[in-house]
């Protein structure tokens, strides 16, 4: 039988022959169409959460289901905003339903574990919403659980300290940055450009927003803090302590059977 971790170049026959066997965790990376400045791709937040989902799917014999590959809205102070070219989001209504969707089917297949696997910070609360009307949906007798992550989370003190000699400047400015760049570099460094790198300093925000949004307080680049220390090595640190890191989770996470 075809071994790949990817769910959509199975046959239904061998996926079913997998469901009933092995019960292996079912990974969903979610992303967006976004903005990532002018090195890396509009598809940077699906092609990470899909490239750790399948590295901790090949650690634990599991499944990548495709990508949910629009996001929420994009936010200036994490994503940028909505204001750029390119930028292509969905309400929450819709991805909330796309995510209760997939819970009631990946549960009518007979799966027991599915993780959805978070690669833009502004899906987190809709993906539990969508999580929550699908359990609500399938019903108290449902043996279908659900873990819910966003792959950054599984980044030790120690290695972001090791990748940021200077001081780490939180998750949501590294928008575009260091963690997402060097991580690009690691997994497809053909789509980066870092001869485009900005020289924008790091944005600087005032703690309240405003809507309509403030364009002006986004650097023009779309780059919340620079990429310029990013390498492939730093994203193979990265990359590689969060699959492991998420293998690890998978086993013990889904070891409680649904009470
Ligand atoms: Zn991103
Ligand atoms: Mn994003």
New binding site residues.
């Given amino acids: 039988m075809n071994n790949t971790v990817w769910m959509n170049q199975l046959s239904w026959v061998d996926y079913q022959t997998r469901v009933q066997q092995d019960q292996p965790p079912v990974l969903l990376p979610v ?2 169409l ?1 903005q ?1 400045g002018p090195h ?1 791709p509009l598809g ?2 699906g092609l ?1 959460s899909s490239a750790v989902a399948a590295d901790t799917a090949a650690l634990v014999g599991g499944l990548v289901a495709p990508t949910l590959s629009y996001g929420y809205k994009s936010q200036p102070k994490c ?1 940028g905003g909505q204001h750029f070219c390119g930028t292509t989001s969905v309400d929450a209504a819709t991805l909330i339903g796309q995510v209760r969707d997939a819970v009631r089917e990946f549960a009518r297949h007979g799966l027991t574990k599915l993780v959805i696997v978070n ?3 502004e899906n987190q609360w809709f993906l539990i919403e969508g999580i929550d009307l699908g359990l609500r949906d399938l019903g108290p007798d449902a043996k279908l659980q659900v873990m819910r992550l966003e792959y950054w989370d599984f980044m030790t003190p120690d290695t972001l300290g090791d990748v940021f000699r200077d001081g780490f400047p939180g998750f949501a400015l ?3 940055a260091v963690l ?1 760049t060097s991580m690009m570099l690691h997994y497809h460094p053909n789509l980066v450009r870092m001869d485009l790198l900005s020289d924008d300093g790091p944005a600087d925000f005032p703690p309240y927003d405003m809507y309509p949004p403030r364009t002006d307080w986004v650097p023009a680049s779309g780059v919340l803090s620079s990429a310029k220390d990013s390498d492939a090595v730093k994203g193979k640190l990265l990359a590689d302590e969060v699959a492991r890191r998420m293998a690890e989770a998978l086993r013990s996470g889904f070891e409680r059977p649904v009470q």
Avoid: P, Q, S, V
Wanted: hydrophobic share 25%; proline share 0%.
């Fill in positions: 992303g967006a976004e990532h890396l940077t937040d990470l994503g690669g833009h910070y590294e928008h575009a997402e």
